[in-house]
């Protein structure tokens, strides 16, 4: 497996909007310690580029009132598929067949952000160095 924990405990430090490409591509910390190693290997993330291709709609929710968006960084996120109920009917019956639709739980805003696209890709950006990162709190 790839990414041996998904996208859980990732972070994003960077989303490029590409309209003239319709790409989307996030440069994220992705976590590929597994718990049963010992520390440090256990905390050790890596680089990686995520592109989405064919963007039919990036959507960011705005952040809660009481999130920690007034201070920049990096974002703590998870993903998970994106629930039926998001995407309104009218707007679901455009997009075509195929179309892979995400969503990208934004701890540190207590929000979410929707993509919908028709590729997604990744690749590793760092040359296999390792990263340390302190742990979201909550």
Same mark, same amino acid.
């Given at each position: 497996?790839?990414?041996? =924990? $998904?996208?859980?405990?990732?972070?994003?430090?960077?989303?490029?909007?590409?309209?003239?490409?319709?790409?989307?591509?996030?440069?994220?910390?992705?976590?590929?310690?597994?718990? =049963?190693?010992p520390?440090? !290997?256990? !905390?050790?993330?890596?680089?990686?580029?995520?592109?989405?291709?064919? /963007?039919?709609?990036?959507? /960011?929710?705005?952040?809660?009132?009481? *999130?920690a968006?007034?201070h920049? $960084? *990096?974002?703590?996120? *998870?993903?998970?598929?994106?629930?039926?109920n998001?995407?309104?009917? *009218?707007?679901?019956?455009?997009?075509?067949?195929?179309?892979?639709?995400?969503?990208?739980? /934004?701890? !540190?805003?207590?929000?979410?952000?929707?993509?919908?696209?028709? !590729?997604?890709?990744?690749?590793?950006?760092?040359y296999?160095q =390792?990263?340390?990162?302190?742990?979201?709190? $909550?």
């Open positions: 497996k790839l990414l041996p =924990n $998904g996208l859980h405990d990732a972070q994003i430090q960077r989303m490029t909007r590409d309209y003239e490409r319709a790409e989307l591509a996030l440069k994220v910390m992705v976590l590929v310690g597994l718990p =049963n190693q520390r440090p !290997d256990r !905390d050790r993330y890596r680089l990686v580029d995520i592109v989405f291709r064919r /963007v039919y709609f990036c959507a /960011v929710e705005l952040p809660q009132h009481d *999130s968006f007034q920049p $960084g *990096s974002l703590w996120f *998870s993903y998970e598929r994106m629930s039926p998001v995407i309104p009917d *009218s707007l679901a019956k455009t997009l075509p067949i195929g179309t892979q639709c995400y969503s990208l739980f /934004v701890r !540190d805003w207590i929000s979410e952000m929707h993509v919908a696209a028709q !590729d997604v890709g990744f690749s590793w950006s760092d296999a =390792n990263q340390q990162l302190d742990q979201p709190k $909550g």
